[in-house]
C-alpha cells in the first residue's frame, strides 16, 4: 500500500469490536515499521488504554468531540503515516465528523439483527458523508464475532452482501480476542492459545489493507 491513510472504526452500536479492530491494526503497521498513531475517539478511552499497555511506543491521542477531530486530525496526518481512528458508539457528531476526514471507514458488525440494524444506519451515514465529500470515504463491512455453523452467522454474511458497500472476510467469536483485550494484550503476544486468532486477525488486516489505497 502507498501513501498515508486514515482508517477509522464507526458502528452505531458498541460492543461490536471497534477497539479490538482498531488496537490490532494500529499494533500490525508498526510491526510493519510504518509510522502509524491511534486517535482514540471514544469517551470510555478503552483502546488507549489497551494499546498503551500492549504498546507503550505507539503514539495514543485522545480526541473527543467532533471540534477536535475537525482540528486534530489533518495536522496528525503531516505527522504520521497512517492514522487508526477508534470511533465511539453511535453515529452523533463525533463519528460524523470521523467520517468527514477519514479516507476508510471499517464498519465491524456482529452477528444479531440488532447489529445488522446498526450497521445499516453506518452506512447510510457513511454515504451522507460521501455526498458531502463528493467520494470518500471508502467503506468497508468487518463481520465479527461470527460462528459459521451458526444460521444467525451465515444470514448476517448474506444480509451485509446485500448494503451497498463492500464486506470483508470477518473475525470468528473466540475466546483470545476477549482475552487479548482483558489483558491489554495482541493476540499475537498470547503463544499457543492465541495462535488461531492470530492467525485470523492477520489475515483479516492482510485482506484488508494487502488490497491498497
Ligand atoms: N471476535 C471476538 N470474539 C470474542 N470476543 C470478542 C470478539 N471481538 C470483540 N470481542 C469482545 O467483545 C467486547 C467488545 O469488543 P470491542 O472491540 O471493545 O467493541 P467496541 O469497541 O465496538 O465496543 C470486548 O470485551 C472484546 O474483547
Ligand atoms: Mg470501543
Known amino acids: 500500500m502507498e501513501g498515508s491513510m486514515i482508517v477509522s472504526l464507526i458502528n452505531s452500536k458498541g460492543g461490536v469490536g471497534k477497539s479490538t479492530l482498531a488496537v490490532h491494526l494500529t499494533a500490525w503497521w508498526q510491526r510493519q515499521g510504518k509510522r502509524v498513531a491511534l486517535v482514540d475517539a471514544d469517551t470510555q478511552g478503552s483502546s488507549s488504554t489497551w494499546l498503551r499497555e500492549a504498546a507503550p511506543e505507539i503514539p495514543v491521542l485522545r480526541l ?61 451515514v457513511v454515504l451522507q458523508a460521501r455526498q458531502i465529500r463528493q467520494g470518500p470515504p471508502r467503506a468497508t463491512l468487518v463481520p465479527n464475532k461470527l460462528q459459521l455453523h451458526h444460521r444467525l452467522s451465515r444470514e448476517l454474511l448474506a444480509a451485509l452482501g446485500e448494503l451497498p458497500v463492500a464486506s470483508a472476510g470477518g473475525l470468528s467469536l473466540r475466546q483470545a480476542y476477549a482475552d487479548a483485550a482483558g489483558q491489554g494484550a495482541l493476540v499475537w503476544e498470547l503463544g499457543s492459545r492465541g495462535r488461531v486468532a492470530t492467525r485470523e486477525m492477520m489475515g483479516v488486516l492482510h485482506g484488508l489493507v494487502g488490497q491498497g489505497a
Open 64 to 124: 473527543q468531540s467532533a471540534d477536535e477531530i475537525l482540528d486534530g486530525v489533518p495536522g496528525l496526518c503531516q505527522e504520521y503515516e497512517h492514522l487508526v481512528v477508534d470511533g465511539p458508539a453511535g453515529l452523533a457528531e463525533i463519528s460524523r465528523a470521523i467520517l468527514l476526514v477519514t479516507d476508510w471507514a471499517w464498519l465491524p458488525c456482529g452477528p444479531s439483527v440488532l447489529d445488522l440494524r446498526a450497521a445499516t444506519e453506518a452506512v447510510r
